[in-house]
């Protein structure tokens, strides 16, 4: 493929570009979050074309409509400042569209000329430009700082800082934070919980939302999301139980610090034993049992594992994307006995390269493996032509290098813009465990069966 | 019911009446807080000058500008493909605080040297704007440093709407045309412009082109080169498609070159031939065989064309269509193409349409017919419902909602996967038009299910065991 001869074998270092990124930007992930509150507008403050990428990425992505207000910009905004312009966009919103919520983020050109979204929303406030009811609440999501997992943590503190209070009455509710996954990830978090026999309140709950039904209506809020009646009590209840670091942690320690709700921050509960720590902590938050229903649950994991842990032995796999998903993944890909040798992620951050560290001390890797924060797909694909692999996982942007070096590719991440599937079926839980070894091995399986020699060609696995 | 549209959108809403004197408010701002589906000055730039293949692409600014536009457009190359990769001088706040002037600079030097491209386009993002980055002159720095033109866009996303991207972008390019050599372009010569090789159109328009004796310099911009662009003020004649985007380009060197400027549209049957007997026309002068043989080229075409379309128009006779596109010129065609399906257009708007483009198309659609601006997604709802359409023809935000309503979608923007244009395009949309509208899909669906065929004995039997009651009801409303 042509596309590709543009990725020569040898590396050298690169100190002023990325190219072709591992990252987007923090509105968009600001935006996804706010589509998990019901009843919420998202709301760009920046030029208009921001929005219409984050809402075009975000149609690719699930197939359904993404609504999103923006303060379409204009030279005269960008000198004398935005403040015009969003107050207008509020009001304008309020009137036509009738949302509960408008969840404002910034961009990199509102950050940069200084607008404070705390005065404007105050201001906004006092010039009855917001209905009796309804809630403007934000958060600050420069673009050039961190990636879209940091807007997306950040407009899930922007939600807890918006409708949670202090001294609120206890409730014996827990919080969970569900962090940046899929729809479908989210509904079977709710789920187990509710096997569990817990109240809880998970927030941002984009389930039903960006997957909604089709019923022949276009609802541009569908009857789904955290309800603001849930979100107000947030800061009575007993506990948060926050996934993932990186899109969760900031928010959790947030209501810990605010709202006095101790939090417990767990690593995404993908794979088996990142699923168990999530069982276990609602265990003892909740103070309840495990029913054996989760415990047969987790019997069939571990069934799978045994029956086919000879196909997974010793694969190579290179992953990229979201620090969260990548530690859980890299986790559960060493249970399966498999190596991930090269792991880059493009969102910035500290901790990410000591935390794979640990696991992979733990796990007794046996082999190097590459590790790169703030690395791009480039480099993920310079890496591989150094070093072949024989799995890929990631978003959609690795199907160059599997189709260039014929490598099977499980897609997994943010964006999916090729493939269906992740708005439907989870790959949390147990239940998501389990599908994510059905995608691995058979995309294994299907090579070995397209390629085999005929003689070779085996009808039992 | 309140209605879906805001008071002051009301100018840019119209419905055709006969006798009125029409006229509609356009080509304004976006309301601030309206859910638009506008882009903006990058984006349009962005989308002119991305198939130029030969070329470096850098995007000065954050990741995201870069992020979204990689690879998104099938804007297809006969050879070189560095167009589809995506590079980023990724600007984080010690830049936004610093400035990126030596990170740009570090960028196009070390991207220069690995990729050996013909020319580097560098756009500027909202925050270069506010920044104040020099991007014209570390462009000029690299340029004398390199060999190779690298020329600034000045896209900042808030200095407009996508029309004044597509004027930045035209001035890009500007500065490429002239620089190359002419010698040897034939008399009888054109450039197509305005069309970006999506599903690989450009090459089914330029053989017809070839096969009526025309040679064709520079394809602007789909499978562009850098080096056609350098030396397309040779040719003897522009020919512009799409209302907005490389119009700009064309005036521009018909002001400084002298080359006379022709538009077209490839979109349906009267389109397309049009198209191409007004090229002959032009050069017929020059060579008088040129009008037969483009007769007998469209003669040809149609041959294979119109039987498979009466075979088609069976089944779509009567429906009706809601058409919502970025530029108003590809609604022109999209009206007649539907007539030739039997199909009527109810509803028709565009992003960027001007004053002038929403007149024609109020002169050649029926009565009754609405007429929007600037549209968003509750009153595009609105309509689909309130006119009972059965295809909405659009981009990648409206295909989601057709569907939540129960109607087929057309994509006639960035992601057709199918070329629409030239007389096999035709029959591709005609084809696409009837896979989307007969599908069996919209018989689960509850808006079409009143309409549907009496339910067999056996279906009866086998919803009276499963089905609850309320799909009846609903069915029945």
């Known amino acids: ?91 304008n919103i309020f009137t036509i569209y009738e949302p ?117 209506e276009y609802h541009m809020f569908p009857d789904a999301g955290a309800k603001i009646e849930d979100l107000k009590e947030i800061g009575g209840s007993k506990g948060t139980v926050a996934l993932g670091e990186t899109a969760s942690g900031p928010t959790a320690r947030y209501m810990d610090t605010e709202f006095k709700v101790p939090c417990t921050v767990l690593p995404l509960p993908i794979g088996l034993r990142a699923t168990d720590r999530f069982i276990d902590t609602l265990r003892k938050v909740g103070g309840r049992n495990v029913p054996a229903v989760i415990d047969n649950e987790r019997g069939l994991v571990v069934d799978f594992m045994s029956d086919m842990h000879q196909y997974f032995h010793g694969k190579k796999v290179a992953l990229w994307g979201d620090p969260d998903q990548l530690v859980s993944l890299v986790e559960f890909l060493r249970d399966l006995d498999m190596l991930p040798v090269h792991i880059v992620t493009g969102t910035p951050g500290k901790t990410f390269e000591k935390r794979i560290a640990a696991i992979m001390e733990e796990t007794k890797m046996p ?95 | 019911m309140k209605p879906a549209i805001f008071e002051q959108r009301s100018k840019q809403i119209v419905q055709k009446r006969e006798g009125d004197e029409f006229s509609i408010a356009c080509n304004r701002d976006s309301l601030a807080g309206a859910v638009s589906q506008r882009a903006c000055v990058f984006c349009g730039s962005r989308v002119v000058l991305y198939p130029i293949a030969d070329a470096l692409h850098l995007v000065h600014g954050p990741i995201g500008c870069a992020a979204y536009t990689w690879d998104i457009r099938g804007a297809l190359s006969s050879g070189p493909e560095l167009h589809r990769l995506s590079f980023s001088t990724d600007l984080r706040e010690k830049d936004v605080i610093f400035g990126g002037e030596k990170k740009l600079e570090a960028a196009l030097l070390e991207l220069i040297a690995q990729h050996k491209p013909n020319a580097a386009f560098v756009y500027s993002t909202c925050i270069v704007g506010i920044i104040g980055d020099d991007v014209g002159a570390i462009c000029k720095k690299v340029s004398a440093a390199t060999g190779i ?33 002419t010698s040897g372009i034939s008399p009888l010569s054109i450039n197509i412009l305005g069309d970006f090789n999506l599903a690989g159109e450009i090459w089914i328009i330029k053989e017809y082109y070839e096969r009526m004796g025309i040679e064709v310099v520079a394809t602007i911009t789909g499978d562009g080169r850098v080096g056609d662009l350098a030396r397309c003020h040779g040719a003897a004649l522009n020919v512009v498609q799409c209302s907005g985007a490389t119009m700009d380009l064309a005036k521009m060197m018909q002001e400084k070159f002298g080359v006379p400027v022709i538009r077209a549209s490839y979109f349906g049957i ?165 896979r989307t509208v007969m599908s069996p899909v919209w018989r689960f669906t509850p808006r079409r299910r009143g309409s549907l065929q009496p339910v067999t004995a056996l279906d009866a039997a086998a919803c009276a065991s499963t089905v609850s009651p309320e799909p009846a009801k609903e069915a029945a409303s």
């Open chain 1, 100 to 216: 509960d919520v408008i969840a404002v983020h910034t961009t990199c050109l509102s950050e940069t000329i200084g607008d404070d979204l705390n005065q404007i929303a105050d201001k906004a406030q006092q010039e009855g430009k917001v209905p009796e009811g309804k809630y403007v609440i934000h958060a600050s999501t420069p673009s050039y700082v961190g990636s879209h997992v940091t807007g997306f943590s950040n407009m899930c503190t922007g939600i807890a800082k918006g409708f949670g209070r202090k001294d609120t009455p206890k409730t014996g509710k827990i919080n969970i934070l569900p962090g940046w996954v899929e729809p479908s990830d989210m509904e079977e978090i709710k789920r187990l919980t509710s096997m569990m026999d817990l109240k809880y309140i998970l927030f941002p709950d984009t389930s039903g939302v960006v997957n909604a039904p089709l019923l022949g």
């Open chain 1, 1 to 91: 493929m042509t596309l590709l001869r543009h990725t020569p074998k040898d590396i050298t270092e690169r100190s002023a570009l990325t190219i072709n990124p591992a990252k987007t930007c923090q509105p968009i992930g600001a935006m996804y979050a706010a589509l998990g509150v019901r009843g919420c507008l998202p709301h760009s403050h920046g030029s208009q074309g921001c929005c219409a990428y984050h809402r075009s990425t975000l149609t690719r992505h699930y197939k359904d409509p993404i609504s999103a207000g923006t303060s379409s910009f204009t030279e005269g905004a960008s000198v004398f400042g935005g403040q015009a312009n969003l107050l207008q966009a509020i009001q």
């Open chain 1, 367 to 461: 082999v190097p493996y590459k590790l790169k924060v703030g690395g791009d797909m480039f480099l993920m694909h310079q890496w591989i032509k150094n070093e072949p692999v024989d799995l890929l996982i990631g978003n959609t942007y690795g199907k160059y290098i599997a189709r260039d070096e014929n490598i099977p590719f499980v897609r997994h991440g943010f964006p999916i813009l090729d493939r269906q599937g992740h708005q439907y079926f989870p790959t949390v839980g147990y239940k998501g465990a389990l599908r994510l070894m059905e995608m691995i091995l058979n995309v294994f399986l299907d090579k070995a069966d397209r390629e085999s020699p005929e003689a070779k060609l085996e009808l039992v696995y």
């Open chain 2, 149 to 181: 033109p690298v020329i600034p866009v000045q896209s900042e996303g808030f200095k407009g709407n996508k029309r004044a991207g597509y004027e930045a972008a035209c001035r890009a390019m500007m500065q490429l045309v002239g620089t190359g050599d």
């Open chain 2, 270 to 434: 009267e389109d397309m031939s049009k198209a191409l007997y007004d090229v002959a026309r032009h050069f017929q002068d020059k060579d008088p065989g040129i009008m037969a043989r483009t007769a007998a080229l469209v003669k040809e075409e149609l041959s294979v064309l119109l039987p498979r379309l009466a075979e088609l128009r069976k089944d779509l006779e009567g429906k009706k269509a809601a058409v919502y596109v970025g530029g108003a010129f590809k609604a022109f065609s999209l009206v007649k193409c539907f007539r030739h399906l039997g199909m009527k257009v109810v509803v028709v708007g565009s992003q960027t349409g001007t004053e002038e483009d929403y007149k024609e198309l109020a002169a050649i659609t029926d009565e009754g017919t609405i007429i929007v601006d600037d549209s968003n997604p509750l009153e595009l709802a609105r309509f689909v419902k309130d006119l009972d359409v059965d295809i909405f023809v659009g981009g990648v935000k409206e295909r989601p909602i057709a569907y939540k309503l129960g109607v087929g979608f057309c994509d006639h923007n960035h992601e057709r996967k199918e070329a629409l244009e030239g007389f096999v395009g035709m029959i591709n949309f005609a084809e696409e038009v009837h």
